[in-house]
């Protein structure tokens, strides 16, 4: 069973739609016995890294995702991946939950090319550089859905795809069992649902 981890953030309808269409068992849920029960945990996540810290610190599930990170897979989705990272810049300076090392900057301030618009919304390509069986259904260059003003930095050795955007923006990152991806894999079709099929036979 997969539990994707309910802390009032995020698009957890269209994940759990996505989830049903491959066939797959899984639950949405707050409850600690839940997530410590399930095979795989997803966590998701839409809108600012210090209010989303701050409720999934309310909710007391802090302790419960680093100790069954050790253990099972992890997937953190869009502001999911980066609440990954050790830190965040975004309006002030926030802890994560320091399971990938790295932290999560403003787009903006690195973009090469400034015509460009911030955030990024919009179908991009993800290139593979280092292989992972994430990608077990995943070709090189297949076009991913992402929406966001910041990415993870200085995180290179734990990077597993990026995606151009004047810079390679972190795509996918990797820390023992724990996956983030920046991009929505639920909003990214057919790739984006062979993803979550390889994710969910890890």
């Known amino acids: 069973m997969i539990c994707i981890i309910d ?5 957890l309808f269209s994940l759990k739609s996505s989830l049903a269409h491959l066939g797959l068992d899984a639950a949405v849920s707050a409850d600690p016995a839940d997530i410590r029960a399930a095979d795989r945990l997803i966590l998701p996540g839409v809108g600012a890294f210090g209010d989303a810290m701050a409720k999934l610190e309310a909710t007391g599930l802090v302790p419960v995702i680093k100790e069954e990170a050790e253990k099972k897979p992890l997937l953190g989705i869009c502001l999911g991946m980066q609440l990954l990272f050790e830190k965040s810049c975004e309006y002030g300076e926030h802890r ?4 990938i090392p790295g932290e999560v ?3 903006a301030d690195d973009l090469t090319d400034k015509s460009l618009k911030v955030p990024q919304i919009g179908w991009n390509a993800v290139h593979i550089l280092r292989d992972d069986p994430l990608f077990k259904y995943v070709r090189d260059g297949e076009y991913f859905y992402y929406v966001h003003s910041y990415y993870g930095k200085n995180c290179a050795a734990n990077t597993l795809a990026v995606s151009d955007y004047s810079l390679p923006v ?3 990152v990797k820390a023992g069992k724990v996956y983030g991806t920046q991009f929505h894999p639920e909003k990214s079709g057919d790739a984006g649902l062979r993803l979550l099929k390889a994710f969910s036979e890890l």
């Open 96 to 99: 994560g939950l320091g399971l």
């Open 170 to 172: 972190t795509g996918v």
């Open 7 to 11: 802390y009032g953030v995020g698009n």
């Open 105 to 107: 900057c403003p787009l």
